[in-house]
């Protein structure tokens, strides 16, 4: 059983970014692109993303990629281009980091770390995390993690933290879970925040780009983001902290990974429009009291 688990009772834990705070009354919006590709693209989508309320940018740098012959990320030249962009617009930035040896690295670049679904359970990884860094962390749920694991996995980086009396800083994500078939890559799991909210007391956000995912087609991409939109409403009002969502304009042209997935402008703007609407936010908030069942 994870400590946050027996620590059940502790007060919701708010993790802060400079003047945001994830866990706090108002959800936190996180956007940008799946993937930074050039120091213009991300600039770029970081302005937008901004303009339409945004509180802190997202982009890969490092891509785990299902095939190792898809685009696998600029790397180092992509961490450069997001700290550049954050200088030039001034949001906070999250990326990921995928193994123990670019923690340093990326640690130094990143205002909060992205552990992804596929290194959920790379214990070394979340334990060097909470043992070397203190950079709060954003950590995704497995394709098919139990909420148990999910919680335990947290815990490999709490542990390291406040064995040195440091916040753990954990914000959970909920990504959608596999499904078996391959229309729609996952299927969306906020239904289960009540479950995991009685089982930790991280701030909790949820990935609707990832959890509906990619479609195929042209026909099929529209609809795949009408989904992302209405799930991404859907979680607001289930009670989650926030959302991270995948922005990028002319997607279906120019993107090199997640193409299908990634949000217009103006659909992002619907997102943030209806988060800050204030009798959404008060049934969110109401949502967020809510007892689970058992
Ligand atoms: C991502 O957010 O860029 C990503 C790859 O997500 P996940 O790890 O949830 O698949
Ligand atoms: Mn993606």
Redesign the pocket.
């Known amino acids: 059983m994870s400590t946050a688990i027996a620590e059940k009772g502790l007060e919701k834990a708010v993790v802060r970014i400079g003047n945001i705070e994830i866990g706090g009354e108002k959800p936190v919006i996180i956007a940008g692109p ?1 993937a930074v590709e050039s120091r213009e693209q991300i600039t770029e989508i970081a302005q937008l993303v901004k303009e339409a309320g945004a509180d802190m940018l997202r982009g890969g740098a490092y891509k785990p990629r299902s095939s190792p012959y898809s685009f696998q990320g600029l790397k180092e030249k992509g961490l450069a281009y997001l700290a550049k962009a954050r200088e030039l617009i001034g949001l906070p930035i999250v990326t990921e980091v995928t193994c123990v040896r670019k923690l340093e690295f990326v640690a130094n670049y990143a205002n909060m770390l992205q552990v992804g679904a596929r290194n959920m359970q790379n214990f070394d990884l979340l334990t060097a995390i909470g043992e070397e860094t203190d950079v709060p962390v954003l950590l995704k749920r497995g394709l098919s993690a139990s909420l148990d694991e999910f919680c335990n996995s947290a815990e490999y980086i709490a542990k390291g933290r406040k064995e040195r009396d440091v916040e753990p800083n954990i914000v959970l994500c909920l990504r959608g879970v596999r499904i078996s078939h391959n229309r729609q890559r996952c299927k969306s799991d906020y239904h289960e925040l009540p479950d995991l909210r009685k089982m930790t007391n991280y701030p909790v956000i949820f990935d609707p ?2 959890a509906v995912g990619n479609g195929r087609s042209r026909n099929e991409s529209e609809l795949i983001r009408e989904q992302i939109v209405n799930a991404a409403k859907a979680a607001l009002r289930a009670g989650v902290d926030g959302l991270i969502v ?1 922005v990028y304009p002319n997607a279906l042209e120019l993107a090199k ?2 193409a299908h997935q990634q949000l217009s402008i103006p659909q992002f703007r619907e997102i943030v429009e209806y988060a800050m609407t204030p009798a959404n936010q008060r049934e969110r908030y109401l949502s967020s009291k809510t007892e689970p069942l058992w």
Request: hydrophobic fraction near 0%; charge should be negative.
């Open positions: 799946c780009s990832h995948e990974c997640d």
